[in-house]
């Protein structure tokens, strides 16, 4: 069997349009940006009707149209290449084409999503406001890609090859190379060549999304309820408690994140079970939180308030118990252990939660600084409120703005902790398919073959920008109110 | 002012006694000493031998102990042997116990042995850091003044075609981190695979000889990631200014744009990104540890991972008060010099 090219029999026709488009495209937005310094801002005249129009025509007013047409067309291209690939399928659309034809599911899954929240985004709140933004919609977008594939993948959807199987012959092939002595049934190439086991690029890097779509939302949330739950009472009472556990944070804050992971994450630290006493601390946060949320509200109301605890902490204490109990290891009775996390994951789980929640409490510290002084939270106190009602139900409502913003951001960094953490081999096995361990042995080859370490370097890329793109969008959405 | 340099830098060396507590803490676990025997002695050490070997050599002492001999505030332990040589960790090998010093910590300026490299871990510190020091002060020669002009030609006509392609650009960056930025030059720049080999996709050659051709990619890589932050606190910080009355009136005054611009908005835009660039130290020393791993330049951050990944106690607790000093010095510049460049804040 022939290897597959790029672009198949579909970029004979569009290759040398997308050339010339996209030639076209630098070359418009080279000189738009020389426009935009070189000459003064067009001057705008008022029209009798009441339209506006620029007074004078020149490369001030033409290149940005021609710039954006030039873009466009280079977008519907694309695109073109995407859907007739999917449609095609791999043979006669190349590469290109068959992962686009693999991803069905996920274009399915997204178009969906996208015209459904587009179409009810005035009921939607500050969500349905992300759509009135263009960056905003491309990092949604992005973002949303990684969360369909990371969660078809998790089932075994779309993957061409199981992420370990190793096939002879295969060891750094090119991508594209036919399967050697492919059986009926099993997938005919692997798209993004092999690794330097043989495995298949392609299906370990959309692997490796499970992994990070599983771990970095969960562990910066974690995060955030850490931050919160010290942060606002740091922030709102000040004094000594803050001085101390300002102290704390700066102490975290002060290590090198790295020689921080080596000292937690190295297996004989993980035997002397101090990640798993760490973990006994950390997760605690999340009841504690829950618990002052409600009893802070309904603490009037005995009745509602025992209902209320009970109905969200039992379930919740429940999975502490068994989160933190494992079998053979240093905290381990037998009744409330209904499930084991992998050790592993574990382990890089709470050292994630451990080096982001200091920012976090830095963070929320300053907004209940500046936030304590408005006159509503006067009036709270007036009332007679307690402190804990004024800080999670006055305080912390009107600090969500910044705060979603951040933790848009900071899942981003989560996904390059992770990322760190494979490179240097940490925490999760070797075989692993998460993009830093990937990436870290890809970059062993990468003067001779580049497939490898590519397309997880690109993944990890994509889906961190695409989350920095939607803070952004969220963050001019909710300054416009 | 001199208070409160003077509270601040109490709070910093209670901030580095706590850290390298802690790290002294960690390293001195038993499985990790077990570790250290076994490396050290033979793989296939019975637990009583581990053990005579660590009580040979001082570690089976509690910690705070331990602690208090490598700081210097403590005699250091002596073991004598059946035979009545006495060995100990003043006392180096040939010379007489009676002469050595009792007390041997840092605060003596003795930092220790390395056990990996089988150096003084002072010496080991010194050289490595040199390294990094050239390495570092080519990335600030290359981050601080392209960040600079990228947010400023971004800030100074915000939401033109400029500002948009600069932003992107910069979020971009930002969304880069060292090791995917690391790769994707080395395979453009420096693979047989694409073919350009413009500059070397391994920096270890630039120990001795830096060369543009050796030495670019490396420092490009962590420039890149930190550039954009700054661009971006610079752009805002640019455009806040360039809204401020003052630059209307110049405007209004008839004072030409690029006038504007050099003369009366950039020193005030300036002020902010000083503190970021600062504080981007501690995120440097970050990046440096990847890059150096990753074009194997054996400096620094190369050190910290070879320490880390072997258990090598005294280079570990002296790397880790490097870097705890770095990043709180590089704090304390930060507040003092907002202080002097802001006249609206003042001390007390």
Redesign the interface.
Known sequence: MEPLTWTGSLGDILDPILYVLVAVFVSL?VL??A???LLP?PTMQTNPDGTLSATSGGPAVWA?RA?NWAGLGVLALLLTYLIGGAIVGAPGAGIIGGMSQQLVPVWIALVLLFAASIKFKRRLGLYGKLFDSTIGMIGFGLVMFWVFVGLFAAFDMLLTHPPLEQVSGMKNEDPGTPLRGAEEGQYQWYLLGGDALARDVFSRMLKGSTIVIAIAPLATLFAFMVGITLGLPAGYYGGKLDTFLS?LA??I???????LF???V?P??V??G?PQYMAVVLFVFPLIFCAVLINSRYAGQPGKNWTYLAIVLVPLFLLYMSVINANDSKIDFWPLDFFDIAPGILVVFVSVVFVNSPTVFRIVRGLAMDIKTRDYVAAAQTRGEGPWYIMLWEILPNARGPLIVDFCLRI?YTT?LL??LG??GLGLPPESPDW?ST??E??KL?????HP??PP??A??SL??G???LA?GLREESLKD | MGLFILRRVGVMILTALCLTFVVFFMTNLYPNLEKLAKTQGNFRMSDEAVESWLDKRGYMQSTPKKYAEWLGVMPSYRFEAEDGTVTGRCIDPGMDPAEAPNFCGILQGYWGYSTVFKEPVSEIISTRLGLTGVLMFWVMLLMVPSALILGVLAGMREGSATDRTLSTFAITTTATPEYVSGVILIAVFASSAVGLKWFKGTAASAMENPTFENFFLPVLTIALYGMGYIARMTRASMAEVMTAQYIRTARLKGVSFPNIVVKHALRNALIAPFTVIMLQFPWLLNGVVIVETLFNYKGFGWTLVQAAGNNDIELLLAVSVVSVIVVLVTQLISDIGYVYLNPRISVS
């Open positions: 937005v738009r940006i426009v935009s310094i801002a940005p710039t102290f700066n102490l804050l002060a290590f090198p994140v790295i020689l080596y000292l937690l190295t004989e630290i035997a002397t101090l981003g390059i990322g760190t490179f240097f830093g990436i870290n890809g970059r990468l003067s001779i073959y580049l370490a590519l370097a690109f990890l890329l961190v920008l989350l920095n793109l952004d």
